[in-house]
């Protein structure tokens, strides 16, 4: 299959309407879309990724008026978060509707929706004219694609389009927050913090990354974000051993960065979650064998951080 790459929303909304599947950009990773009411478009998602059938979608929305379309009931909490993140990467875990085909949901009775706030996202869900189940637009198990040439290497020749939108901007996925449960329970944290998300509603906990039960959230039980090179965690610089073969990135400079293959130090928090899989897919490029990555404070955007190297280093 020849992949075919356009810049226009409404060319790749067709492709969705006619049962295939198109990769777009959203505000934290590429994602790839296929209608959520065709079960043999969603199954074609499982295929072209090699993702697990366990492993629930996300349904990706344009207007809040198709919320009733995929969900049974939207509690007052979701309401107040709906009104105050959405547009944005916030995924709610809401009750499935019935019509909801049970391939999007790994055949739970609930369902995650979000609203992209990216205008390129935004246009592309306005033509498709329909929920579009999206997970990231990856390799199952490989760093999620931060630009179009990433879905290229993963899915060229796999899928029918990629709509092309340059970099993405949070660079880790969006939060998934369960609001079927009491207080409201954060499955994966993402883009919008902990924090901000109980000033918003007060009380919200937050899931054990380490539990194996079937996964309410994508992202969440299986091994996940991983370059080829091994990720080896690090508090600080210092621990890490430079090589030829060896990369690093953090928020502090090693004694010797040009010992290193490649070496990322980011300014901020923001920058280093923006750059991550950006970075894990250069080293992979560059045949490194090892990629050290200091872990920074679990707090606000960090929280997300550390779990996606968390994650990555998981063998």
């Known amino acids: 299959m020849d992949t075919h790459l356009t810049t226009s929303p409404d060319e790749a909304a067709q492709y969705v309407r006619e049962g295939r599947l198109a990769a777009f950009p959203t505000e934290t990773v590429y994602g790839l879309g296929a ?165 918003a509603v007060g009380a919200v906990d937050v899931a054990d990354a380490s539990e194996t039960d079937a996964a309410r959230s994508p992202g969440t039980k299986h091994r996940h974000y991983a370059p080829a090179a091994s990720v080896r965690l690090v508090q600080s610089p210092a621990a890490a051993e430079p090589g030829s073969d060896a990369a690093y990135i953090g928020l502090e400079a090693p004694a010797r960065p040009e010992a290193f293959r490649r070496c990322r130090v980011a300014d901020d928090v923001e920058a280093y979650a923006r750059d991550l899989f950006h970075f894990f897919r250069a080293c992979d490029r560059a045949d490194c064998s090892f990629i050290y990555a200091q872990v920074v404070a679990g707090e606000g955007l960090g929280r997300a951080l550390n779990d996606r190297l968390q994650r990555a280093a998981a063998r």
């Open 35 to 199: 209608d959520a009411f065709q079960p043999s478009a969603v199954q074609s998602i499982f295929t072209a990724k090699g993702r697990p059938a366990d492993n629930p979608l996300i349904v990706h929305l344009f207007a809040r008026s198709q919320l009733r379309q995929v969900a049974a009931a939207v509690p007052p909490v979701a309401e107040t978060l709906l009104n105050r993140f959405a547009p944005g990467p916030l995924t709610l875990i809401l009750p499935r509707a019935e019509a909801v085909p049970g391939i999007v949901t790994a055949g739970l009775g609930t369902v995650g929706v979000r609203f992209p706030v990216h205008d390129c996202a935004r246009a592309f869900l306005r033509a498709c004219d329909t929920p579009v189940a999206a997970p990231s637009a990856n390799r199952s198990g490989r760093p999620s694609p931060t630009h179009w040439t990433a879905v290229q290497e993963d899915l060229g020749g796999r899928i029918a389009c990629i709509l092309k939108g340059g970099r993405t901007e949070a660079g880790v996925e969006s939060t998934v927050l369960d609001c079927t449960a009491s207080p409201p329970t954060v499955l994966r944290p993402g883009a919008v913090s902990v924090e901000q998300l109980r000033a």
